[in-house]
Nanobody
Framework: QVQLVESGGGLVRPGDSLRLSCAASGGTFTTLTFGWFRQGPGKEREFVATIDWQNRTIFYSDSVKGRFSITRDNGKNMVYLQINNIQFNDPSVYYC??????????????????WGQGTLVIVTS
């Protein structure tokens, strides 16, 4: 069973940058596809970005393309989400998920079998 722990959320202002981290343990990290999702109050979990184990296949949702960047460090069992130019519609709880499948565009959250507890991002002026 893979355990995931997200960190890096906080209170930011519009236009700020933020880097979220996801630490993975308990599994074979290099065989996993990872994804970042976010969920606002009363909303469904929304796909943000995904990356395959080779760092070759990466997809982003249209709402974050050009502002967010997903990376992974297979040597440290870490996955990151760099958020630039954060906007008022970005605040959510951000979740890291692990999948044994391929990285695909707009995957359903059900493709990811393991999740962390989430990290909260709040945007305030």
């Amino acid at each position: 069973q893979v355990q995931l722990v997200e960190s890096g959320g906080g209170l930011v202002r519009p236009g700020d940058s933020l880097r979220l981290s996801c630490a993975a343990s308990g599994g074979t990290f290099t065989t996993l596809t990872f994804g970042w999702f976010r969920q606002g109050p009363g909303k469904e979990r929304e796909f943000v970005a995904t990356i395959d184990w080779q760092n070759r296949t990466i997809f982003y949702s249209d709402s974050v393309k050009g502002r967010f960047s997903i990376t992974r460090d297979n040597g440290k069992n870490m996955v990151y989400l760099q958020i630039n130019n954060i906007q008022f519609n970005d605040p959510s709880v951000y979740y890291c998920g692990a999948s044994w499948g391929m990285a695909i565009m707009n995957p359903p959250s059900g493709n990811y079998r393991c999740w962390g507890q989430g990290t909260l991002v709040i945007v305030t002026s």
